[in-house]
């Protein structure tokens, strides 16, 4: 069985400051690993997501992620954030070999608040 | 593209009703979709997985003769909320896994349920 744990409930930063949101999961297999954001009230939006390759993957409004087999980590960063950013942060694993038929499994997320 | 559209974003029933909630795939055909139900500031937890043509599979704890799900093409699924009580109220959020080379999760815009 797979799980994630998102180590902080609630980040406040300040506007242009930079961000870490921390993410370490477990596996007993190949995984793939997702982060997506929330705004209240809507769907989920794809951040970034890491299948293979490059360990540091690069997504949309200047966040970005390290792929850490050793620790287990998928950590989010952005080194200057924005009001827009405030929003839940979700991270989330799938089985990369298609166990679990492809079910993934959330974090309990991530508030982050930026402040000006 | 890999667009996942939901309906109705909210609704209102009298507790009794049953109420349908329906998620199209506009661009891709969508094998595999994931429901989740999200409480107030928590995480997504997933109900029920249906694939095409099959009956879904409900996780431990949800009750299928209640949340009744239907993927019967490859572009559409639904959930129907049968006989709705106050303690179903929730936002409901679908999800299809995305194949090929833009593979991943993608969600609808989430369905909030108010039952009075």
């Known amino acids: 069985a797979q799980s994630v744990t998102q180590l902080d409930s609630q980040v406040p930063v300040f506007e242009e400051a930079p961000v870490e949101l921390r993410c370490n999961y477990s596996?007993?297999?190949?995984?793939?690993l997702f982060w997506y954001v929330q705004y209240p009230n809507q769907g989920l939006q794809l951040l970034l997501k890491?299948?293979?390759?490059?360990?540091l993957v690069k997504g949309i409004n200047g966040f970005e992620a390290e792929f850490n087999k050793s620790q287990t980590s998928f950590h989010l960063r952005k080194p200057s954030v924005h009001i827009s950013d405030t929003a839940e942060y979700f991270c989330?694993?799938?089985?990369?070999?298609?166990?679990?038929?492809?079910?993934?499994?959330f974090g309990k997320g991530t508030l982050l608040t930026v402040n000006p | 593209g890999a667009v996942v559209s939901q309906h109705p974003s909210r609704v209102i029933c009298k507790s009794g009703t049953s109420v349908k909630i329906e998620c199209r795939s506009l661009?891709?055909?969508?094998?595999?979709m994931f429901w989740y139900r999200q409480f107030p500031k928590q995480s997504l937890m997933l109900m029920a997985t249906?694939?095409?043509?099959?009956?879904?599979?409900?996780e431990q704890g949800v009750e299928k003769d209640k949340f009744l799900i239907n993927h019967a093409s490859l572009t559409l699924s639904t959930l129907t909320v049968t006989s709705a009580h106050p303690e179903d109220s929730s936002f409901y959020i679908c999800?299809?896994?995305?194949?090929?080379?833009?593979?991943?999760?993608?969600f609808g815009s989430g369905t909030r349920l108010t039952v009075v």
């Open positions: 999800s299809a896994r995305v194949i090929g080379g833009n593979y991943g999760y993608t």
């Open positions: 596996s007993s297999v190949s995984v793939y």
């Open positions: 890491y299948l293979s390759g490059s360990t």
């Open positions: 989330a694993v799938s089985d990369g070999s298609g166990g679990s038929n492809y079910k993934l499994t």
């Open positions: 661009d891709f055909q969508a094998t595999t």
């Open positions: 249906s694939n095409e043509g099959s009956k879904a599979t409900y």
